[in-house]
């Protein structure tokens, strides 16, 4: 299995700050057939279901604002929020599809601080 | 828009089977997408339980393969969980949700339901 690492485990950040989150994997998720890092994060608010943000490492989905942005390639990844709001308060995972099974990140927790 | 709707007990008993059941609307079932469960748990967070191909074909996460089914009623638009054998270590909130082509991870998730193990 590709383990996903994610640091730090929580991350309290002023209003307006940025805040930048890293996932890691435990071997290369560029997937051959398209070329593309197939690394996708989530946003968790409480009491919600995870919502994409950015998949292909970098793309990021229709109606997100484009204070996210994720970057990165092979093993080393990053989610940045450039200015914090704070409905951005959530729990932010990311999760590796390049191959079965499709694992995720153990979650970083984002709070204001 | 798809949405998905998980239902089922939300209580089990140990040793007992978790049925859970995902009615899909705003897509049919048998387009071309990947159905899956996932779960959640404080101790293992999120977790990938398995998927169903819009051609039938199943994965599953390994250490639950065992016990696991996942399977399609088209007639009714909808996807089923099946956990056999089931211990405490089965409590979670699980989820229902949509990949789409192109590995481009989760689409559309469904509320969650949870679920708990226990006599």
């Known amino acids: 299995d590709i383990v996903m690492t994610q640091s730090p485990d929580s991350l309290a950040v002023s209003l307006g700050e940025r805040a930048t989150i890293n996932c890691k994997s435990s071997?290369?998720?560029?997937?051959?057939?398209?070329?593309?890092?197939?690394l996708v994060w989530y946003q968790q608010r409480p009491g919600q279901p995870p919502k994409r943000l950015i998949y292909?490492?970098?793309t990021r989905e229709s109606g997100v604002p484009d204070r996210f942005s994720g970057s990165g390639s092979g093993t080393d990844f990053t989610l940045t929020i450039s200015s914090l709001q704070a409905e951005d308060v959530a729990v932010y995972y990311c999760?590796?599809?390049?191959?079965?099974?499709?694992?995720f990140g153990q979650g970083t927790r984002l709070e204001i601080k | 828009q798809v949405q998905l709707q998980e239902s089922g007990p939300g209580l089990v008993k140990p040793s007992g089977t978790l049925s859970l059941t995902c009615v899909v609307s705003?897509?049919?079932?048998?387009?071309?997408?990947?159905w899956t469960w996932v779960r959640q748990t404080p101790g293992k967070g999120l977790e990938w339980i398995g998927e169903?191909?819009?051609?039938?074909?199943?994965n599953y996460e390994p250490s639950l393969q065992s016990r696991v089914t996942i399977s399609v009623d088209k007639s009714k638009n909808q996807f089923s969980l099946r956990v056999n054998s089931v211990t405490a270590a089965d409590t979670a909130i699980y989820f229902c949700?949509?990949?789409?082509?192109?590995?481009?991870?989760?689409?559309?998730w469904g509320q969650g339901t949870l679920v708990t193990v226990s006599s």
């Open positions: 071997q290369s998720v560029l997937f051959g057939s398209n070329n593309k890092d197939s």
């Open positions: 169903l191909s819009y051609s039938g074909y199943t």
């Open positions: 292909w490492a970098s």
């Open positions: 949700a949509r990949a789409s082509v192109g590995r481009k991870g989760l689409d559309d």
């Open positions: 999760q590796q599809y390049k191959s079965f099974p499709y694992t």
């Open positions: 705003g897509a049919s079932i048998s387009d071309v997408n990947w």
